[in-house]
């Protein structure tokens, strides 16, 4: 039997951490992808408004008004 406790007493280890971790990943990836729902939800409420626009999008929005204004 001490044998068995020796073996058997890692290996329920390993597979607690490995079940914990597997449930942390899980719910890590759950809540990265609601709130990427949520963002992009948020951005068709708003007419595709994106928050953080590059300097090469935003110059080429300035330059649309430029010349929406002329």
Do not use: C, H, W
């Not at 759950?30 to 626009?53: T, V, Y």
């Amino acid at each position: 039997m001490d044998g068995l406790q020796q073996i058997g007493v890692p290996v329920v280890g390993i597979v607690a951490v490995a079940a914990l971790t597997f449930y942390a990943v899980s719910f890590s990836e759950l809540r990265e992808k609601s709130f990427r729902d949520l963002e992009e939800r948020e951005e068709s409420e708003n007419g595709g408004f994106k928050s953080s626009l590059s300097s090469r999008d935003r110059r080429a929005r300035r330059k649309a008004e430029k010349q929406a204004k002329s």
